[in-house]
């Protein structure tokens, strides 16, 4: 591969990053115990209040997505609480067995990987709850792994009807997909900055509803960097407890603010663009969709199986040799099954062109090799 060839880095994150974001990373150090950094801070919440349409505050906790679901578990349950686990994925099963492994009872609602969680059955599972010994209810919003989206809206009225709280890992749906996280009246929903929001990895986003602090405040599992109650009393001050990554937040300032100016909708439409392109695209190259359904399907990532008689990894070796394009490959049980076009962010519809061509070019010649 050439050294100068540009990297089409189509990923459901890390994602691309926008020049003025890259730019804005090189900026200096600051104290992060001064006005300048409660300052950029005090920007950031804002923004991100308005990305997930909340007039709650939004945690940054430095880590990844995972990092969130962690602090979202320790921070809300006493061992041996009961939570229900919705999961069609890998990223559905990995919240499962996270809350599994810090003592909380698990109950699964599971799913092929690909199919959506069915809002009857999670309807029908609450409701016999009588007792209401389930506490919360685990919702991967997309699920990245299979590239499938599920009902939220549908699933959280279902689950306030109930009382039980719902914890909602909108990792990779925040930007490319509504979340109207006070309409739908989520009680938590979970973000990364390397997703949706076009910048590096290194920070994870907890929003809470006031249900939410409430459950917080009497779960008794340990927990230490990252408690909400100190993450909240710093915030305050427009802090973060430890040492933050300033980097992140410089470059974060000018994401969201390239994010303001195209506006939430149009980013959403976008991404539907994107998606659509992509599924047009790859069927009329004869290739057979994971997600069959347009409106299952995932506006930030495109699943695929590749041709008979041709493996997803090679497919993907070739591109990246040949043509500098990185594609996401299957995840646990579907590893080497299929390939994924991720889409998320700072992408645009003749980047997904360039793909189904090279793709086309690529199947080509592997099929005569
Ligand atoms: C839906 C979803 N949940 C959780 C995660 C985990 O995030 P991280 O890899 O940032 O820990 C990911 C990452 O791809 C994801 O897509």
């Not at 492994?101 to 699964?108: A, D």
């Not at 509803?209 to 599992?221: D, Q, T, Y």
């Amino acid at each position: 591969m050439s050294q100068i060839l540009p990297q089409y880095l189509m990923l459901p994150g890390p994602t691309p990053l926008p020049q003025a974001v890259l730019q804005a990373l090189s900026g200096p150090m600051i104290n992060h115990r001064g006005p300048e950094f409660a300052e950029l801070f005090r920007e950031i919440e804002a923004g991100l209040k308005w990305v997930f349409q909340t007039q709650h505050r939004v945690l940054m906790l430095t880590g990844s997505g995972t990092t969130g679901m962690e602090a979202a578990l320790t921070n809300l349950f006493s061992p041996g609480d009961k939570v229900l686990a919705l999961s069609n994925g890998s990223f559905g099963e990995r919240f499962g067995q996270m809350a599994e492994i810090y003592g909380l009872e698990v109950e699964r609602l599971a799913y092929e990987w690909g199919e959506i969680v069915s809002p009857q059955a999670l309807s029908a599972r609450l409701e016999a709850d009588t007792q209401k010994q389930i506490k919360a209810v685990l919702v991967v919003h997309n699920e990245t792994s299979a590239g499938v989206l599920n009902p939220l809206r549908e699933l959280s009225e279902i689950i306030s009807r109930h009382g039980a709280l719902s914890i909602v890992d909108a990792i990779s749906s925040l930007t490319s997909t509504p979340v109207q996280m006070d309409e739908w009246q989520l009680d938590v929903v979970l973000g990364a900055s390397q997703k949706g929001l076009m910048v590096p990895p290194g920070l994870a986003f907890v929003a809470l509803s006031p249900k939410a602090w409430v459950a917080h405040r009497s779960a008794e599992l340990p927990r230490f960097s990252l408690d909400f109650s100190v993450t909240l009393e710093y915030a305050e001050q427009g802090w973060t407890p430890w040492t933050p990554p300033i980097s992140i937040f410089h470059g974060l300032r000018v994401a969201l603010a390239m994010m303001r100016e195209e506006g939430l909708e149009a980013i959403q439409a976008r991404h539907l663009l994107l998606r659509n392109t992509a599924r047009e695209g790859l069927e009329q190259l004869g290739l057979r969709l994971m997600i069959e359904n347009p409106d299952h399907a995932s506006c930030s990532v495109t699943p695929v199986y590749p041709p008979e008689g041709l493996s997803a990894d090679l497919i993907r070796s070739h591109l990246h040799q040949h043509y500098n394009m990185v594609l996401g490959g299957g995840q646990r049980k579907l590893t080497g099954q299929i390939f994924r076009i991720g889409h998320l962010g700072y992408q645009f519809q003749p980047t997904i062109w360039a793909v189904l061509q090279a793709l086309e070019a690529a199947l080509s010649q592997l099929q005569k090799s």
